[in-house]
T-cell receptor, first 114, second 114 residues
């Protein structure tokens, strides 16, 4: 059983649609991150959220950290084919600082069709 | 700027053979990580090292050993490879003046055990 549960695991949508990916846990995290991974490459950081209730925006991507710091969401507005990829949430457990254990969710594979 | 370098990129082993995956980072990071990635499972933490001289088990440590040789290098050893260890392995590092909480990943090692 993974500490971080992501949903959905797979999403196929048309260009221009909106979507939300969820990352849930029963544990509290000191920070939560979202990464994006292209085929054949390692994941690359999109954003880090550290404060309960925090909302960050990155162009058409909106990230939210739950008030209790147990969950997070990624919302994409007007998805484009270039958004296609694997999206991963990752959490640092409380007390681990920025150098301790880093746990990932199962990932959400997003396919945006033109 | 090399970042995180993993070797080899591809490897085929016979059941029972041993091998060591090498990882080196040039960002003066404190923490280093080994993950495996299987379809639908995201990234699962095998072992991590929060600082030079320390190592800790992750979610799936069985069948693996690690060595934090110095601050730059963190190796992963399979003593007796099994088909269940067929996977893509990623090394990552973080923690320091370069990137803060962001984890930087290598290109991955695709391992097949036959």
């Amino acid at each position: 059983t993974q500490l971080l549960e992501q949903s959905p695991q797979f999403l196929s949508i048309q260009e221009g649609e909106n979507l939300t990916v969820y990352c849930n846990s029963s544990s509290v995290f000191s920070s939560l991150q979202w990464y994006r991974q292209e085929p054949g490459e390692g994941p690359v950081l999109l954003v880090t959220v550290v404060t309960g209730g925090e909302v960050k925006k990155l162009k058409r991507l909106t990230f939210q950290f739950g008030d209790a710091r147990k969950d997070s969401s990624l919302h994409i507005t007007a998805a484009q084919p270039g958004d296609t990829g694997l999206y991963l949430c990752a959490g640092s457990t409380v007390g681990s600082g920025n150098t301790g254990k880093l746990i990932f969710g199962q990932g959400t594979t997003l396919q945006v069709k033109p | 700027n090399a970042g995180v370098t993993q070797t080899p990129k591809f490897q085929v082993l016979k059941t029972g053979q041993s091998m060591t995956l090498q990882c080196a980072q040039d960002m003066n990071h404190n923490s280093m990580y080994w993950y495996r990635q299987d379809p639908g499972m995201g990234l699962r933490l095998i072992y991590y090292s929060a600082s030079e001289g320390t190592t800790d088990k992750g979610e799936v440590p069985n069948g693996y050993n690690v060595s934090r040789l110095n601050k730059r290098e963190f190796s992963l050893r399979l003593e007796s490879a099994a088909p269940s260890q067929t996977s893509v392995y990623f090394c990552a590092s973080r923690g320091g003046r370069v990137g803060g909480t962001e984890a930087f990943f290598g290109q991955g090692t695709r391992l097949t055990v036959v």
